[in-house]
């Protein structure tokens, strides 16, 4: 983390959060545009072993069924599978039948007319991926062809996607209190090296200094409070812009609030109202993205989708930044009470997370970091 | 390209833009859920609730909230209370008050009690909901479409229940083996005629029904497109495999087929399909196989068939005996979204009704998508059993119900996760 230290709680003309991120994505989508595609068709040993041999025993059951001959193969995908997956996966069924001694028609060719048709349907049930080959001949009708079906594992699909570019999360403890807070910082005087601990309660912003291995009372400020106050109060420490906000408030001050903090009201924020894009894996529940990316993959963290009386977790999701799922990767942190707020730290790739820890009754906050791994 | 990626990386953008708004929906306390249902349950006793369909489903769906468990025969676990809410006020059949319950284990449900309103009729139910009367109630499929134009928020299932044709077993045991081979002396019961229909025949006029019955007009025109067309025993979401089923319009082909077939058989009278007198959708349907029926050349009459009140199930088994029904339509819900499991439900009420006698071919305990689709085609091969089409379960929900995801099936209602936004407009009170 590095900034400027003088600079530090003033207002920020930077754009909001939701707007970076739609323009981070255009430009990637512009960018992944022009990237050259990968393509599964030469290396359908990128499969995952158990999809491999679902893959083998299809072809087994195809070869059992019918003589090597010439044949056509035709693929449908009515499952979920991304298109490099469906890819890979009829690069591999081709494979698998050239070793049965099969061999295919080319898609022009006047033998492709004639010669035997083999679908191949990507499907998939409620529990897993189910792939079927129909033998189609002129003579037969397409309903009573002789049926090949084969199923594989879906918990293969997100750790094979995800494989490349695991993430791996860990979680680090800062500090806990009885009262509840909605966000904290860790703020280090460039100049001294010295760490501040600023803490957001609902309704003042305190720092704190290291003793030992405690933190140390230093400064409160008061924030001023909404009226009525909320029932479910938040609010956002932003070292990065300069400044705290909470509802219907922004302050600036010193970091260290020798002169205590300045608030006023502020405009709420106008969320963006867009069309609703339906994205698979996307959780109904607490969320936010981390700057940085895996692979080129955009990095979120999510909470699981329970209510506050629960315990909770955090879990990595990646996504190319183009329609395709949101999918879990890496390991997944527990906590022992729902997590009640997470903010991106703007400076690396991690998150400050408060838990409300069911056990103790006590809030505590946690640095969650997202690290790239191979 | 470049062009199009672009539109689509924006797209997802603004969707992205919308992650803190969407994660700042926490869930809030408090409120009075209000709930509106068509059954009338006397008790949350299982032995003196009724029997009817309705009454059962209903229930299912009240007594998992009182109780820790709810077993899975109808019975509840543990002590009145002991669930996520409290009974606070029952009026037999008319209207119950639950409380929620503050020492629930998992947790107090969001909202502080749920108003249940029984014996509601679905046209009353609907009007209630387009006023903001009722919060949660739910809605046939063939009004979805219409509820949803009139500005009610809808909620909707996968598609889990099974509307089909099954021809009707009479008393006679039957010998096991192929249905084509029975022996139709044997059977008892009969026709409108009087007269028994033979297996073999049945075989037949099934296989001609299931030509001639446009399953995907039933989709459009009866169910508003809420559903799919049926072909197989499970739905795609579930199986993968029901693409194997076709379900599309019959063909010119198709409907020169059947009839063929029925010309295969001698006509001694019209086949009665009997249908559940209360069920506006299944009469619908009937009478639209019906029609169906005529442009293949078959002669089938549709019949009311009475399908509530106590003993139902027993009711409705006499009622097709002395109505001379050769053949019903069944509404049969999945008991689970594995397919495996939905199917073994299924054939079990298949092997005990249409398929009574015939010996099941076993399916494992872990059947595999192989296994499923081979005991579909086996059951199927008969024509005693004409998938028709497949129903979701439709919710109809106020502005401010939050949270409320339609149950899949085996799961209830989640009324103990769902919360209130008080600050959504309620509308007309």
Partial sequence: MSYDSRTLMR???????????????????????????VSYAQAPSELPKSWNDSVARLADEVAAAMSPTVVKLDVENISSLDVSSAGAIEAAVRVQLQRHSFSFAAEDSAAAQSVARLQLSLSESAAEYVWVVQIINDQSDAAVAPVMIVAAPKADFADAAAGARTLSLEKRFVCKQAERFLDFALWKDATSGEVTLLVLGTNRLTTYKPAGSQWQLSRTSPIPQAAPPSRDPQGTINLAEGKITVKGFACVGDPDLGEGVRCSASKPIRSLDGPRIDIPGFPNSLGTDVKGSCRGDFVFLFTAEGDRTQSDSIRGRLTKGIPLPLVPSGNTLEFDGPVMALHPDPADGSARAVVHNLKTGEYEAYIVTATCGN | MLRRLAVISALLGVAFAALPARSARRPRYGGTLRVEMGASLASLDPAGAGSSPEEVAALAQIGPLVFEHWGAVDTPVGAAGSGAFRVTSWEAGKRAVLAANEEFREGRPFVDSIEIVMGRAAHERLVDLELSKTDLTEIAPQDARRAAEQGVRVSASQPDELLALVFVEHDAPRTSGSIASGNAAGRAGGRASGRPLAPAKEEVMGQALSLA?????????????????????????????AFLFPAAAPSAADLEHAKELSKEIAAAGPLVLGYDSADPLEQSVAERIVVNAKEAGMSVRAQAIPGAGGGAEKSRSAALQAGHVDMELVRWRMTSPLPGEALMDFLSRIYAGPLAGIEAGALPETASPEDNYKQQRAVLSTYRVVPLVWLPQVYGLSARVRDWKAPVPGENWPLADVWLDTETPTGVQ
């Fill in chain 1, 11 to 37: 207002p920020s003309r930077g754009l909001p959060l939701g707007i970076r991120v739609a323009l981070y994505t255009i430009v990637l989508g512009l960018f992944l545009s022009g990237a050259p595609r």
């Fill in chain 2, 213 to 241: 019955i446009d399953r995907v007009a039933i989709v459009n025109f009866i169910l508003q497109k809420t559903g799919e067309p049926a072909g197989g025993l499970l739905p795609q979401w579930s199986s993968g495999t």
